[in-house]
């Protein structure tokens, strides 16, 4: 179980006022629930995710995960308990390593590195098994170096290594925005079938309707950095895109979406 | 014959600066300028440790820990202080010529008289040079050629064996792409500063065999190391190309020592030593856009 309690993130913008990304959030997102966050460019939610994985500071509430308090620790120590991938393929993967050797990265965390041989021929196998199980053929390139993979092939194997050990809550940054539309729908896939196999929490920010409405148990929409809309159980299932902008018109028509969000919304998702 | 054994010898021995280079500035990005001081802090120690009689091994041992230690500085003035990685270098460097010069106690030591790894590698190693065909002129340059091609070959697979282990993966990916080994639970900074250790050791062990060689150590003997460093890991790779992690270990040794060569041709060859540091620029240069220019090349042709 994933818990903010009056989560703060202000950044002071050079020579401007400062600014609330996030702004006193409060969230409690229950073990296996697989929560899709949208918003505006700027709406906070990447801050959000990115207090959450230890790449921003709290500088006012909490943050616990599986009991442990978060708040302090560093990014690379919140690691053993979260899984990451990012936008940009290269930022998940070293590029000069091989495939395989990435995975042996993976293997390792949340332990000890060590002296031992980072590749084995049982994390081979075990590599080729997970791989081939989602895209066949890819495990055929385990000693290839990883930057000479597609965006997409590189995003999928970024997402067995971040669930290679699973981890007590997934987080997907806008993991398939980089990508072209047919390698995006493969990448969704391997991310839902992932999740349902493991029975992942899960965080993912998306800029996809199709996403948006069909993926996930779970919507938020983050705004001037607060929750503006939090949609989940039979709500959710049902959410089509009528729905959706229904919902923006009335959090506009109540003032809680400025114009150019609302309009931005639209653009984006609608 | 005994100055083309000897200006292979010099290549190998300095084939450590660029093993060290390698490390630092290949697989962390970290473009290391301590390398000009620790290349005389190896030096320095050594040669005051020789000169009280300590025993050559031990001798040259401390001053690669001492290597070690300054590369250890560097990395953690810019992992927990955040200072760029240039700076950091320059900071270190320039402390280590304060450092340098008060333990050796004044600017140049002779070793004049005092047991040397070399003396040692010459008397294991004449009896197997002298089976191998070498006279009585150069049978002991060719014995100490042939210790350094053992230390270095050691090195290298050593360096090749330990960047394969879980802790050496880790740390070629934290220097490739921090992002990705922090979300997988490595503690970047701590990598880094652990990656110019090696490095600097390394580039330490170079100066304490290059003093023992040429029998001297001076405060200066360190300047323009990193280019030498850099320079031969260019040249390596311009030689063999894209390749593994052995292979790229291997051709930064080669580069070293067809580095060294070519240096050696062109003073030779007539070359004034006044320009000796403007021809290294161009060889460097010529190193770096040569591979590329020959890839466009290719392709140009591929395409046609």
Redesign the interface.
């Known amino acids: 179980m994933l818990e903010l309690r009056n989560a703060t993130v202000t950044f002071a913008a050079p020579g401007g006022p400062l600014v609330r990304a996030v702004d006193g959030v409060s969230l409690t997102i229950p073990s296996g629930q697989f929560v899709v966050v949208i918003g505006t460019n700027g709406s906070g939610k990447s801050t959000l995710l990115g207090s959450i994985a230890g790449t921003v500071r709290l500088d006012g509430g909490s943050i616990h995960l599986t009991g442990h308090d978060i708040t302090r620790w560093r990014e690379d120590q919140r690691a053993r308990l979260i899984g990451r991938v990012f936008q940009d393929p290269r930022a998940g993967t070293a590029a000069s390593l091989t495939v395989l050797e990435n995975i042996g990265v993976a293997a390792c965390r949340g332990r000890r590195a060590g002296l031992s041989w980072a590749t084995s021929s049982s994390l081979r196998a075990e590599a080729a098994r997970r791989l081939g199980a989602i895209v066949p053929g890819l495990e055929t390139r385990l000693d290839q170096p990883i930057g000479s993979l597609s965006g997409g092939q590189r995003q999928i194997v970024t997402l067995v290594m971040a669930t290679w050990h699973r981890p007590d809550l997934l987080l997907l940054d806008e993991h398939t925005a980089a990508l072209d539309p047919a390698a995006a729908d493969r990448v969704v896939q391997a991310t839902a079938r992932l999740v349902r196999e493991q029975k992942l929490t899960a965080l993912m920010v998306t800029h996809s309707l199709a996403q948006a409405a069909s993926l996930g148990d779970r919507l938020l929409l983050v705004h001037r950095g607060r929750i503006a809309l939090d949609v989940h159980g039979a709500a959710k299932r049902r959410l089509s895109p009528d729905d959706l902008a229904f919902r923006f018109a009335r959090l506009r028509s109540s003032d809680q979406l400025d114009e150019a969000a609302a309009r931005s919304l639209s653009e984006l998702y609608i | 014959m005994i100055t083309l054994l000897s200006t292979w010898t010099f290549g190998v021995a300095l084939g450590f600066v660029a093993l060290g280079v390698f490390v630092s500035f290949k697989l962390f990005s970290f473009p290391d300028i301590t390398t000009d001081g620790s290349f005389t802090l190896g030096a320095v120690v050594a040669t005051v440790l020789l000169v009280a009689g300590v025993d050559p091994v031990l001798a040259t041992l401390a001053g690669m820990a001492a290597g070690a230690v300054a590369g250890s500085f560097t990395g953690m003035l810019h992992a927990i202080l955040g200072i760029e990685p240039l700076l950091s270098g320059i900071l270190m460097t320039t402390a280590l010529a304060s450092i340098n010069l008060v333990v050796l106690g004044r600017s140049n030591v002779p070793l004049s008289g005092v047991k040397t790894l070399f003396d040692r590698a010459e008397f294991a190693l004449l009896p197997s040079a002298r089976l191998l065909g070498f006279d009585e002129v150069t049978a002991g340059e060719a014995a100490r050629l042939g210790f350094m091609l053992l230390a270095a070959g050691g090195a290298v697979l050593m360096l090749y064996l330990?960047f394969?282990?879980?802790?050496?993966?880790?740390m070629?990916?934290g220097g490739?792409?921090p992002?990705?080994?922090?979300?997988?639970?490595?503690?970047?900074g701590g990598l880094t500063v652990a990656g110019l250790a090696i490095a600097n050791s390394l580039t330490a062990l170079s100066g304490a065999v290059v003093a023992q060689y040429q029998g001297f150590a001076d405060v200066q003997m360190g300047i323009g190391m990193v280019v030498w460093g850099m320079a031969s890991v260019y040249l390596g790779a311009a030689l063999v190309g894209q390749v593994r992690l052995g292979g790229a270990l291997l051709a930064t040794l080669a580069g070293s020592v067809t580095f060294r060569l070519l240096v050696a041709a062109a003073l030779r060859a007539g070359l004034d030593p006044d320009w000796l540091k403007f021809t290294t620029a161009v060889v460097v240069l010529t190193a770096l856009v040569a591979p590329r220019l020959l890839v466009r090349r290719h392709q140009a042709s591929a395409a046609r």
Request: net charge positive; proline share 0%; charged share 25%.
């Open positions: 330990f394969r282990t879980r802790l050496g993966t880790a070629r990916a490739d792409t992002t990705m080994a922090r979300a997988l639970g490595r503690n970047t």
